[in-house]
């Protein structure tokens, strides 16, 4: 983004609170959308700066999304209790759990599917639900190379701060956990213990999503999140988050909006 094209944005901030999110709750499935999503369609509500989906998503048992098909968008998914199945066309198979940060580049083309079945894996048979977070980036450039990535990041998250767990930034090159292929956009996490004495300060960008995973949390100027709500900031950052309770936090960076890269 240029310095001329961020001078004419006006600073603002929007709260977006858990219950007016858009549903889709089927007999195996509850998931709420940030954003317009499948049959669900707002043309005031499709995207904020690079981020065009951030569905919440509780999967039964034995359940999930059978294979399907992706292209030129890099999709993160973050769990956070229970576990999710993984495979997809270019041969990757694995559980993914709270504290595994995962990213697939959908790029020309790829078929995935995200089951709540781990037992078919480790033999260990459960009945608890996958609670998970996707959130989907459109890349640089379309017609990039399928790709998949995934690090277990648990004792990074233990710390309380803001973790960066994905990004295409320049500047977080050499302290990210994964890579996504958007030079614009970073993904990080906080998990707070709710200890008032410990903050975490949002990056400064034109662009910042974020939307707390679970728990309650104050922030700076905007006041009480509960879980499920998201605050969208356009060129305002710098807040400070402070955690009530043990709290997870999602937060998106970006440094370009969709259509002005």
Do not use: C
């Amino acid at each position: 983004m240029t310095r001329s094209l961020r001078s004419l944005m006006t600073p603002h901030t929007d709260v977006h609170r858990a219950g007016d999110r858009m549903k889709t709750r089927v007999s195996w499935l509850d998931s709420k959308h940030s954003f317009s999503f499948g049959e669900h369609y707002d043309p005031d509500n499709t995207h904020h700066g690079l981020l065009l989906v951030n569905n919440d998503d509780v999967v039964s048992p034995g359940q999930g999304f059978d294979t399907h098909p992706h292209r030129d968008m890099e999709i993160v998914t973050w769990v956070l209790g229970g576990s999710l199945v993984h495979q997809d066309s270019l041969g990757h198979s694995g559980i993914i759990y709270p504290g595994l940060a995962q990213r697939m580049s959908a790029g020309t083309g790829i078929l995935h599917s995200e089951k709540n079945d781990a037992w078919r894996i480790d033999g260990a048979e459960h009945d608890e639900p996958v609670h998970f977070v996707q959130m989907w980036v459109v890349p640089d450039e379309p017609g990039l190379t399928p790709g998949y990535q995934q690090l277990e990041i648990d004792d990074a998250l233990a710390t309380g701060g803001l973790v960066t767990v994905a990004a295409g930034l320049p500047r977080y090159r050499d302290r990210t956990a994964i890579a996504i292929n958007s030079s614009h956009a970073a993904f990080h996490v906080a998990r707070m213990s709710g200890d008032p004495e410990q903050a975490i300060d949002l990056p400064d960008a034109p662009y910042l999503h974020v939307f707390v995973a679970n728990g309650e949390v104050e922030m700076e100027g905007v006041g009480t999140l509960d879980e499920g709500d998201a605050v969208r900031l356009t060129r305002t950052g710098g807040q400070r988050v402070i955690a009530r309770r043990p709290s997870e936090i999602l937060v998106w960076e970006m440094h370009a909006r969709l259509g002005a890269q």
